[in-house]
């Protein structure tokens, strides 16, 4: 039996191999809450939506459930009725198999666009998963939804409110296909804390907006992007209510391990070798800082010369200047690593020192200041490699 000592109190793990497009490693999991479980979430704004967020978008009115099926390797999107279809038969059986009502029963996916799922497999991995539920462990489930992802991202927190001490885990995949305007590619947050419905959901809101909304690898936003959490109140403590000092503590633990899984996620970038943060100070509005900090973040220009350890300060300023409207050219300050790099607009002819900067470092942080206002923002992300594109170009191959 696995160690769960990263995992809250009264949940269930099981994982198994479907062979829907991985034939040596587990690619579907199971996640069961023992006790009824207040639920929220958030899904992708891409207006193609795959089955499993249609489904779970319908669910989540009711604000409780039990268990999240979730696979990897197929995407269920752009699969028509079929597979809406297959959708709702993975959760019928699911909910069959654990004595819970279907409309209980999560369902996340994916992988590749526009194909169906092999029920004839899925099916029965779905029994294998209810047969082995306690067997897995958080680290299990993390393993079997990874894609193009090159390791599990998995992250646990204390949380002390003041009456009571409880754990919240977050599960997540995603290396590429990741500009969330949500979410990020599938995330799972569970705590055994009590928390009442409305404010389940403030907090998730809360939370994405300051860590997945402000995360991208490569600027698509995924047809599957969901976030699920799941608050059993395995503790036993009184609910956890908007305004109090309890959801204080819950509120900022939540965005603490949203934020370590949102590092993780552009750390790991599909052939990503850099971390980047870009972090834009003194914009006028918060969302001039994020139209700056977004459009550093997605130039290939800018990520390739970071690729290269190239300090090329010139893409930088064409990039502020591109997207701010407001922007005064002589007042931007640029720093890589805390290196001043560009003052009052000019450069400082420190690119050879920086250039050594970014060559030995796994993390960049660049650091935009325009000296325009008091707002400001931060968003992840990477560099672009020549292997991202090897990755994509054979990605249903």
């Known amino acids: ?23 040596d490693r587990n690619d579907v999991a199971l996640i069961f809450s023992v006790r009824d479980a207040t639920v929220a979430g958030v899904f992708t704004r891409n207006r193609v939506k795959a089955a499993p967020v249609l489904v779970d978008m319908k669910r989540i009115r009711r604000g409780t459930g039990r268990a999240i099926f979730v696979n990897s390797g197929n995407a ?9 279809q297959d959708a709702e038969r993975i959760c019928r059986t699911v909910a069959e198999g654990l004595s819970v009502s279907p409309q209980e029963v999560y369902i996340a996916s994916t992988g590749v666009i526009g ?28 393993e079997a939804i990874m894609t193009t992802d090159r390791f599990p991202k998995v992250f646990s927190k204390i949380i002390d409110t003041g009456r009571v001490s409880g754990t919240l885990t977050g599960i997540c995949k995603g290396a590429g296909m990741i500009h969330p305007q949500m979410a990020t590619m599938l995330c799972f947050l ?10 389940l959901r403030r907090a998730l809101r809360d939370a994405v907006s300051e860590t997945f909304n402000l995360t991208t690898v490569d600027g698509d936003t995924s ?5 699920l959490i799941m608050a059993n109140g395995n503790r036993g403590d009184a609910l956890i209510q908007e305004g109090t000092r309890p959801y204080s503590a819950f509120r900022e633990g939540l965005i603490e391990v949203c934020d370590t899984l949102a590092r993780m996620i552009a750390r790991d970038g599909e052939g990503a070798t850099k971390l980047i943060l870009v972090e834009v100070k003194g914009a006028s509005s918060r969302k001039e800082a994020e139209r700056v900090a977004f459009a550093l973040a997605h130039s290939p ?26 922007v005064a050219p002589d007042l931007v300050e640029v720093r890589i690593n ?31 200041h325009l000296h325009s206002g008091k707002s400001g923002v931060r968003v992840y992300t990477c560099d672009l490699t020549e292997e991202y594109i090897r990755i994509n170009a054979r990605y249903r191959t």
């Open 115 to 142: 194909e169906r799922l092999p029920m004839d497999r899925v099916i029965p991995a779905v029994k294998r998963l209810i047969e082995g539920l306690g067997s897995a462990s958080v680290q299990d489930v993390a």
């Open 301 to 326: 220009l800018v990520k390739t010369a970071l690729y290269g350890g190239d300090p090329n300060w010139g893409r930088i300023m064409a990039a502020v200047g591109r997207a701010s409207l407001k």
């Open 223 to 227: 047809t599957n992007d969901t976030v």
């Open 1 to 23: 039996m696995p160690s769960r000592s990263d995992s809250p109190e009264g949940f269930l793990y099981s994982a198994a191999s479907a062979g829907i497009r991985y034939m």
């Open 76 to 84: 269920n999107a752009c699969t028509g009725e079929k597979g809406m």
């Open 338 to 368: 805390g290196v001043p790099l560009v003052k009052r607009g000019v450069g400082t002819g420190r690119e050879e020192e920086v250039s050594r900067i970014i060559s030995g470092s796994e993390t960049v942080h660049l650091q935009i």
């Open 190 to 199: 569970l705590t055994d804390l009590a928390v009442e419905k409305r404010t």
